[in-house]
């Protein structure tokens, strides 16, 4: 008697855990997205359990594996899966035909010519600038007001990444020109203008710093701990998160957050988005113009408010 598609899933699922060590995890992503995809196969072939055979064989009324693979991820759409719920389970099959072609229960990967749903690009969460306003008025009653007020000004001010920020030091900023010199991804330097206030923030900080640490001179990092060691992007992260969930509903409450509503104001007051661009240090025009998405939905929103006739 041949053996089943079901079967053979079993006895893949069975080998990632003996052979590959493959957590629970895992196993059950795999399990799911195969079971789904089985009983798919089911309903596809007219109600048959279909043996791994019965979808390689020629000849009129055969199952394609390939036609079935599209058909499932047809389906899986239908259903409303996201993208990246597609891909998942996509993955799992994959996965699955290339431990049949190694064991050699196939002949050729019939997932080899399947193209992978793009994943969907998500919208950046922003701050509205009143909210901003607030989140940046920090009381400075303690010595590390000082600090968490120059890292939030800083954050919004320049538009950085949380690592950039954890990788300055003192010398790194041009006080009487404004300017922060900033080690991005891969190691390439950019120079970024500074505001006013997230320089005022900086000095009023620096003149602190010795109080945070307790100890005097020799610190080359810019944003220092309690213990005085360089702060990490975890630490940066608590810092902003805490102050983001006290004074904004906005979803997401990290370093990352301030950076997209830096980018997003800027486009929303009429900046080039290539000067955006250089700004945040991407590589490609076509990463920072996600953003435009949030420029026009506010330029509908505009609009939506002062055309006499759009009320």
């Known amino acids: 008697m041949k053996e089943t598609i079901r079967e053979f899933a079993d006895s893949f699922l069975d080998y990632l855990r003996k052979e590959k060590g493959a957590s629970e995890k895992t196993l059950l992503t795999y399990e799911q997205s195969l079971r789904e995809f089985n009983n798919f196969l089911f309903e596809y072939s007219g109600g048959v359990e279909l ?15 390939e036609d079935a693979v599209r058909a499932f991820l047809v389906e ?33 990967d019939f997932t080899s010519l399947i193209s992978t749903p793009k994943a969907a690009k998500s919208i950046p969460v922003f701050i509205e600038e009143e909210a901003i306003e607030d989140i940046l008025n920090v009381t400075l009653n303690e010595p590390i007001d000082y600090r968490n007020k120059a890292i939030l000004e800083l954050l919004y001010g320049t538009g950085i990444r949380v690592s950039e920020l954890c990788g300055l030091n003192e010398s790194d900023i041009d006080y009487d020109s404004r300017l922060v010199t900033v080690l991005g991804k891969r190691r390439k330097m950019r120079v970024i203008p500074v505001i006013d206030r997230a320089i005022e923030a900086v000095r009023d900080y620096l003149r602190m710093k ?15 701990s309690s213990s005085g060691k360089r702060m990490i992007p975890a630490s940066v992260y608590r810092v902003v998160a805490g102050r983001v969930r006290e004074l904004s509903n906005c979803e997401r409450k990290g370093p990352h957050t301030l950076r997209h509503s830096f980018a997003t104001h800027l486009l929303n007051h ?23 998405h949030l420029s026009v939905e506010q330029l509908k929103r505009t609009y939506a408010k002062s055309h006499p006739r759009a009320r």
């Open 76 to 108: 899986l759409d239908k259903r409303g899966n996201d993208r990246r719920t597609v891909r998942k389970k996509l993955s799992s099959i994959r996965s699955f035909a290339k431990y049949l072609l190694r064991f050699e229960f196939i002949e050729r």
């Open 51 to 65: 043996a791994l055979d019965d979808i390689f064989r020629s000849g009129a009324g055969v199952v394609s594996p």
């Open 210 to 224: 010795d109080e945070i640490t307790k100890t005097k001179g020799g610190k080359q990092a810019l944003f220092v």
């Open 270 to 292: 009429g900046a080039d988005l290539e000067a955006v661009r250089q700004l945040l240090g991407h590589e490609s025009l076509s990463t920072t113009q996600i953003y435009t």
